[in-house]
């Protein structure tokens, strides 16, 4: 009896060995196979250093391994964080032709589009400090540069208007350093904010400055865009004209005394309130109040019908 208890037990055992050897080995095989595919399919490239970088028509400094290695920095998150990256694109067809416009009109230097786009992505959010809108605004800076903010109007959000406010704002940065990339480091930093640390450190150089965390990156973050959005394909992003967004053509409606109900407003001129909202989102309200006796100009799309769906198309999809 103690025999044939014996004989089971190592037949067992040899069974399970056989087992666990043959799906230790599967698995080892398996795992090889899949390792092999995910080096063969998936890679990660370091980015090659660009040549001749300029901003503004100011020479970048790469010479040092500090500026490269900042530069590699931005590269690395634009590229790699695709999504956001051609977002970008898409909504760069969008608006930087009316920027681009406005910035030339004022003599700044048609890169500072990338400035707005970094500092909002073109979305038209709140960062944690209060600043709005596509160039990201104080409320103080705001009124100080002309622009009207209220609890129903905010001109922060009027993009004509923030981007005629921001080209004051550079030209008296510009005017001050004498240089425009100290000047976008003062966008960030503010114009006596970047003062302070010239006259500390006894540099008006923006790459020889120590400054906060955020002011440091900011430069280059707008120098990196700048680079990937000039050259799309050696950056690996590939879309087509018709991939982009674009602005579609609008009316201008003239405004020279209180809107009670733009509710109303809109329906009156054949478009819906979030169609009348999503172009002129510097109305903050249900309501256009004119107790100053302005003059505004209300952005209607031209071709309205497209935006609209039809509410009884929609019922009858229903059944």
């Known amino acids: 009896m103690i025999r044939k208890v014996t004989l089971l037990i190592s037949i067992f055992s040899i069974v399970f060995l056989t087992h666990f050897f043959i799906s230790s080995t599967y698995t080892s095989n398996s795992d090889t196979v899949h390792q092999q595919g995910f080096n063969s399919k998936y890679n990660v490239y370091s980015v090659l250093k660009p040549d001749n970088l300029k901003f503004a028509n100011e020479n970048i400094p790469q010479s040092t391994f500090d500026v490269w290695e900042r530069l590699d920095k931005e590269l690395l998150k634009n590229i790699y964080w695709q999504s956001n990256t051609l977002l970008y694109f898409k909504r760069a067809n969008k608006y930087f032709p009316i920027i681009e416009e406005i910035l030339e009109k004022n003599s700044i230097p048609s890169d500072f589009k990338y400035l707005a786009l970094i500092e909002s992505g073109f979305e038209y959010k709140v960062s944690p400090s209060g600043a709005a809108g596509f160039w990201q605004i104080m409320k103080g800076t705001a009124r100080e540069y002309g622009l009207e903010v209220n609890y129903a109007i905010d001109e922060r959000y009027h993009l004509i208007k923030s981007t005629e406010a921001a080209c004051k704002y550079l030209q008296k940065a510009y005017d001050k350093f004498g240089s425009w990339t100290m000047a976008a480091a003062s966008y960030n930093m503010g114009i006596n904010g970047v003062q302070r640390q010239v006259k500390k450190q006894n540099t ?67 478009i819906n309130y979030k169609i009348l909202k999503r172009f002129n989102p510097w109305l903050r309200t249900s309501k256009l109040p004119d107790e100053s006796r302005r003059v505004y100009y209300i952005d209607i799309p031209e071709k309205s019908e497209e935006l609209i769906f039809d509410d009884l198309a929609f019922e009858s999809n229903k059944d």
Do not use: C, H
């Open 204 to 270: 008006n150089n923006y790459f020889n400055l120590y400054l906060n965390d955020e002011t440091s990156r900011y430069v280059f973050r707008i120098i990196v865009i700048k680079e990937i959005m000039e050259n799309p394909r050696k950056y690996g992003f590939v879309f087509r004209q018709n991939d982009l967004y674009s602005y579609p053509s609008v009316k201008q409606i003239r405004v020279d005394s209180t809107i009670n109900n733009l509710y109303s407003f809109a329906e009156e001129n054949d």
